[in-house]
């Protein structure tokens, strides 16, 4: 068993410097503007289920940078799917600004555009920790109270922040964890129902974000930022 340990660790060892030394390549190649090899050698590295937030980033970048927009687009979502970064939220509101389609958000109301620029702070998983951390102060906090000479007052202030970052962390989860994906066909119209001689309601066009909303056979229906539904065929977008 100790051979076997031992084996394998030295595989993943390998492996890892292998990584490192191709993401330093495509680096090197990213920097002599040679994009088009960049980009096979950084998904030569995602190949071998090596993703990280800074390899999605600079595939976005390498896409940005041939304008193939719904690429970089996907690339800058997937990286923020992994870890918030400033350089990558600009990165994709500026490669936005140079899709086809300009889509108005639906107005929301006040409350729910705060709670969701709080879910926004940090990943689900900082949310949890967070929210078990605080659970934990409160439950020894609790005991000490209970069953010691040790008295903490403003014990239901710590309870309601323990329940409060509950709440944020499993909203945070179900944000998450909506299906989304990124248009990639040139132009597709959006159908009234998963049929081919159904009603065209309205196109879109590479690049633009939409929510997955439900899935019969070969088609998905759509929901994108201003409220709009619709179906189309899933080979006209890429999942996220």
């Not at 190649?29 to 289920?49: C, D, F, P, R, V």
């Not at 687009?73 to 086809?100: D, F, G, Q, R, V």
């Amino acid at each position: 068993m100790r051979y076997i340990i031992i084996t394998l660790s030295l595989l993943i060892s390998i492996g890892l410097q292998a990584s490192d030394s191709l993401f330093s390549k495509a680096n090197e190649m990213y920097g002599n503007e040679n994009y088009t090899q960049a980009i096979l050698t950084y998904e030569k590295i995602l190949s071998n289920n090596l993703e990280s937030a800074e390899l999605y980033y600079n595939l976005g970048n390498c896409y940005y940078k041939i304008e193939d927009w719904a690429n970089a687009i996907w690339y800058y979502e997937k990286s923020l799917k992994i870890k918030k970064s400033k350089k990558t939220i600009e990165n994709l509101s500026i490669t936005e600004s140079k899709i086809i389609d300009r889509i108005e958000p639906m107005p929301e109301i006040f409350y729910n555009v705060w709670w969701y620029k709080i879910i926004k702070l940090f990943t689900s998983k900082t949310w949890q920790i967070l929210s078990l951390l605080c659970i934990w102060t409160y439950l020894i906090v609790f005991l000490l109270n209970t069953f010691t000479i040790y008295k903490i007052k403003k014990l239901n202030i710590l309870l309601f922040i323990s329940f409060l970052l509950f709440a944020i962390s499993q909203s945070s989860i179900m944000y998450n964890s909506k299906q989304e994906a990124i248009i990639f066909s040139s132009a597709v119209q959006v159908t009234s129902a998963p049929t081919n001689n159904s009603v065209n309601l309205f196109s879109l066009h590479a690049g633009i974000k939409v929510e997955i909303i439900d899935e019969i056979g070969d088609w998905v229906e759509i929901k994108i930022i201003n409220g709009q539904n619709g179906w189309i065929k899933k080979d006209n977008c890429k999942l996220l």
